[in-house]
């Protein structure tokens, strides 16, 4: 057993990072694309080895001026690109032997610091959600969509059992005003039947909001058939989650493409020989109680990761009929 790496710093900690190198063996060097480069607290770790190269991206700008200072450290070594998952596939990599690609999902702490970024719940001012390289707001969503678009955002994408009363609540209130990040907050107190639950009561909707602000249902999907195509063989695709619609998505993804037996009934059995992927383990890599300890927050994380078999480049996947019905809540974005 490995020791668990703690962080440099007090309030960053890059999740599951020992699983994750153990997974991609960055001391064999190589060329590996950080999809979350956040805080670079991965892309760091890895460029630690000297035969390795990293291309990360990040579709918040603000992630510009850490990766100016890992690129001076690291010149020859490093690129950062302002991109989303979904564009993965502009990048020219041809000439690349691309040995990982990751992700990590969700939001970094200063992501949650910035008050711009309107993300938690403590904060004041209008609602806003965007990650980077967005099309609307939080705040247009709570005050242009009708009542049945916000309860299936709000029940699917939150799971949050109480969804249609706040929805219901939502469309009286801004009859009075436009709505902003407090009065939200006010409408899901007095929505809620249990109101002392575990969780902050407004947990799961302001979860459903920043699913649906930043399109994570097509992005995370985007993601995972980029990553897959540009990988060479032998390349590790390595995603960590932490909640459970991503994990859905991401288990099912690496299931079809690694197993010979189609497992939907929409597409025919696979042949052995046609399956792109090795799935080592079927279970998730889970943090360690060392790690959960030191950040309570990665008590949710899950790490699965496939191996690509041969260099194919093109290949069916059913992933977005699979989960049609999440792309046609986010479809209600249209309207704004
Ligand atoms: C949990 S943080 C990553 C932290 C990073 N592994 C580290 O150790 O510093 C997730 C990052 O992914 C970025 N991100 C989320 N969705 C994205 C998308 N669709 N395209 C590009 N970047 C995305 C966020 O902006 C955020 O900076």
């Not at 190198?21 to 770790?45: E, H, N, V």
């Not at 407004?202 to 897959?228: C, H, M, P, W, Y």
Request: glycine fraction near 4%; charge should be positive; proline fraction near 3%.
């Amino acid at each position: 057993m490995k020791a668990t790496i703690l962080p440099e710093k007090k309030d960053h900690f890059p999740v599951l990072l020992t699983e994750l190198l153990s997974i991609i063996s960055p001391q064999y060097g190589g060329t590996f694309i950080d999809c979350t480069f956040g805080q670079a607290g991965y892309t760091k770790k890895i460029l630690e080895f000297p035969k390795t190269k990293i291309i990360a991206l990040d579709r918040d700008i603000q992630c510009e001026r850490i990766a100016e200072l890992v690129s001076s450290k690291f010149e020859n070594r490093f690129l950062f690109k302002n991109l989303r998952f979904s564009q993965l596939t502009n990048l020219k990599l041809k000439k690349e032997n691309i040995r990982g690609v990751f992700f990590d999902l969700g939001y970094s702490i200063n992501q949650i610091k910035d008050k711009k970024k309107g993300l938690s719940f403590d904060h004041s001012g209008k609602l806003n959600m965007q990650m980077g390289l967005n099309d609307f707001s939080a705040h247009e969503v709570i005050n242009k969509l009708d009542k049945v678009e916000l309860t299936k955002i709000f029940k699917f994408f939150g799971e949050e059992k109480e969804s249609k009363k706040i929805a219901s609540n939502i469309l009286k209130e801004r009859k009075k005003k436009l709505l902003e990040t407090q009065d939200l907050v006010k409408i899901i107190n007095y929505s809620k039947k249990n109101k002392y639950s575990k969780i902050n009561n407004s947990t799961k909707i302001f979860q459903a909001l920043r699913i649906f602000v930043n399109k994570e249902i097509s992005e995370l999907i985007d993601g995972l058939i980029g990553a897959s195509k540009i990988l060479k063989k032998d390349g590790v695709l390595a995603v960590v989650t932490f909640h459970s619609i991503e994990d859905k998505i991401v288990k099912y993804f690496f299931k079809s493409l690694a197993e010979k037996k189609s497992i939907s009934r929409y597409m025919p059995s696979i042949k052995e020989d046609d399956t792109i992927f090795k799935l080592e383990k079927k279970k998730p890599i889970l943090p360690s109680k060392e790690e959960i300890f030191i950040n309570p927050p990665s008590r949710s994380a899950k790490l699965r990761y496939v191996i690509k078999k041969k260099d194919i480049f093109e290949f069916k996947t059913d992933i977005r009929d699979k989960f049609k019905n999440l792309l046609e809540i986010e479809d209600f974005s249209k309207k704004l």
